[in-house]
């Protein structure tokens, strides 16, 4: 049994901790501090640190690892064998990357070195991947250019978004790293260095990312909504209100350009409500109305009959 701290903040993170902790001896949790959350903008604990206080395990959520020496010396004084690191949120400088005999590992949500990163999972679905999976990796001072313990390969469905396809992976992660860390620590695995040459990367999504340019085509359209599910969500104007489009599917129909403009709302045949693309017609499934709840198209033309034939910009 290895003596180890874990460093994480997001539900994507509680499914390894919690299979490290069946088998580890986890001697603290490192989190992002407590975030507003809701209306009310109320502090609300980040999920691993929530788990950690369920279960009695000392909590540490330093606002910066560079900046605060205390909570370098914290980490110091645990004395761990291992550090593992799932979306922590937090830059680990090399003092902090040194602390442990055998590392930090990290479970990342891509097969690096492709969507190296901040956002690897909506990366893969606006990219259009036919996979992705999960990487154990050795981290160094870079972005995500660690050597590579283990992967494991997962498909990327059509309808999936960044929560479901996240959820999967969180799952597939906590597996992977939990059959990977003892074989490492028994010195069973030889880290293989990635292929640099071939690294893309991920930014950090933004909140202004998620407006829909109708000029793109319907495939694109679709990903992307698929991609900012659950945040920061795909949205368009109508009315001089944000409506957000939770779900749409592609339909492979095309517009005759000189019937229907960019963005225009049109009916395809019995209750089915699409719109105009450059590159053919999306059709809606969901949409949400700023300040009012998320409702299917049905229902909400039923509401608002002149949605059809408006455009929305």
Not at 126 to 138: H, K, N, Q, S, Y
Not at 161 to 188: Q, S, V, W
Not at 295 to 313: D, K
Request: proline letters at 8%; hydrophobic letters at 40%.
């Amino acid at each position: 049994m290895s003596r180890l701290v874990f460093m994480g903040s997001p539900a994507f993170a509680v499914p390894t901790l919690e299979a490290l902790a069946r088998e580890h001896e986890l001697l603290a949790v490192f989190a992002q501090p407590d975030k507003p959350a809701g209306r009310g903008r109320t502090l609300t604990r980040v999920p691993v640190a929530a788990w950690a206080d369920e279960h009695g395990v000392p909590v540490h959520q330093p606002h910066s690892l560079r900046k605060d020496p205390s909570a370098i010396e914290t980490l110091r004084a645990l004395r761990p064998d291992v550090v593992v690191v799932v979306a922590y949120g937090l830059i680990l400088p090399q003092l902090v990357l040194d602390v442990a005999p055998h590392g930090c590992l990290n479970v990342h949500a891509s097969l690096l070195p492709r969507h190296r990163g901040a956002a690897p999972i909506p990366a893969a679905i606006l990219a259009g991947d036919a996979e992705t999976g999960v990487t154990i990796m050795r981290m160094d001072a870079g972005v995500d250019t660690g050597s590579i313990l283990a992967q494991a390969r997962e498909p990327i469905h059509p309808d999936d978004t960044t929560a479901t396809l996240g959820a999967r992976l969180a799952e597939i992660g906590a597996r992977l790293m939990a059959e990977t860390l003892p074989r490492y620590l028994r010195g069973e695995i030889e880290p293989v260095s990635q292929d640099h040459a071939s690294a893309s990367l991920s930014p950090k999504i933004e909140k202004g990312d998620g407006r829909i340019d109708w000029s793109r085509p319907a495939t694109e359209i679709d990903r992307m909504i698929r991609a900012y599910t659950p945040w920061p969500g795909a949205s368009t104007q109508w009315k001089g209100a944000d409506l957000k489009i939770a779900r749409a599917v592609p339909t492979g129909q095309t517009s005759a350009p000189e019937l229907h403009t960019l963005g225009q709302v049109i009916r395809l045949d019995g209750e089915r409500i699409g719109v105009v693309t450059g590159d053919g017609v999306l059709e809606l499934r969901e949409v949400q109305l700023a300040g009012k709840r998320a409702m299917s198209i049905e229902e909400f033309v039923r509401g608002q009959p002149r949605f059809v034939g408006a455009t929305l910009a």
